[in-house]
């Protein structure tokens, strides 16, 4: 059963930056799609990020600018950088390979 485990979420200042890692078990990691979502308390889960086997990426709107996402296919690991965080990026980030998910990392941006 493939796992995958984030880490990298805190507490952090608006304008402030975070990396978000998630490491993915297994052999087959270069052949996911992999994606990063958050949740806020109240709201439903949304799409941030997504990366393709090739390394093609997509965002939604409201991170696109701020927010980087790649792959290392050697580690199994997927990273999401956060720049210039807004209070309103507070939430719980998952990432998803298609099949599973992760427990979630808690970012909050606060001051």
């Known amino acids: 059963q493939v796992q995958l485990v984030e880490s990298g979420g805190g507490l952090v200042q608006p304008g402030g930056s975070l990396r978000l890692s998630c490491a993915v078990s297994?052999?087959?990691?270069?052949?996911?799609?992999m994606r990063w979502y958050r949740q806020a308390p109240g709201k439903e889960r949304e799409l941030v990020a997504g990366i393709s086997v090739d390394s093609k990426t997509d965002y939604a709107n409201s991170v696109k600018g701020r927010f980087t996402i790649s792959r290392d296919n050697a580690k199994n690991t997927v990273y999401l950088q956060m720049n210039s965080l807004k209070p309103e990026d507070t939430g719980r980030y998952y990432c998803h390979n298609g099949v599973g998910w992760g427990q979630g990392t808690q970012v909050t941006v606060s001051s």
């Open positions: 297994g052999s087959t990691f270069r052949l996911y799609v």
